[in-house]
């Protein structure tokens, strides 16, 4: 049986986001949680939405996808058996490393936004900051933004310069 280099490092990416995410849940949703509780944040809305997009983006592409982006390594390596090698191999390493940096620092940061701004909106009687939604939105999330936008452009140019490498990959004799 063939194997695959690029297949094997995308499954150990997808665990090891998978034990990011698992450690995210248990802080976020297990016995000991932070105050306020991230589930409060959650059900208070409007900042505390990017609590909840970045934890299920986070799943969705750096566990989900990450894991399903092995099978056209897979598929081009072992089924094809057109092993990666030379400017391919790098477009590889490119599309693995600027993927997985951007998919961590963009859905984190929505994390961490969110669970500020949201905990933030929330009374102090449940320990919360007690701000007003145009506070939070100044104090708080403005910042985020500008960071997390450098690592979507990140993952996005991971996913041109590796399908960039499948389709050359695909095309070698």
Do not use: C
Request: hydrophobic share 50%; proline share 5%; aromatic share 16%.
């Amino acid at each position: 049986m063939v194997e695959s280099k690029w297949a094997n490092r995308w499954i150990w990416a997808s665990i090891i986001n998978g034990l990011f995410a698992t450690i995210w849940t248990l802080y976020f949703f297990g016995p000991i949680q932070p105050t306020p509780s991230p589930s409060r944040v959650i059900a208070g809305g409007s900042a505390g939405t990017w609590l909840f997009v970045g934890y299920i983006s986070y799943i969705v592409v750096g566990v989900l996808a990450t894991a399903v982006t092995a099978l056209f390594y897979y598929h081009i390596e072992a089924t094809l058996n057109k092993p990666y090698s030379g400017l391919n191999n790098i477009l590889a390493w490119l599309h693995l490393i600027f993927g997985n940096i951007g998919v961590i620092g963009a859905t984190w940061l929505m994390m961490i936004a969110g669970y500020r701004g949201g905990a933030a909106l929330l009374p102090t009687s449940v320990g919360g900051g007690g701000l007003n939604i145009a506070q939070v939105h100044e104090q708080i999330l403005a910042p985020y933004p500008y960071w997390i936008e450098p690592f979507i452009l990140l993952v996005a140019a991971g996913a041109l310069l590796g399908g960039l490498g499948y389709v050359l990959q695909w095309m070698k004799k």
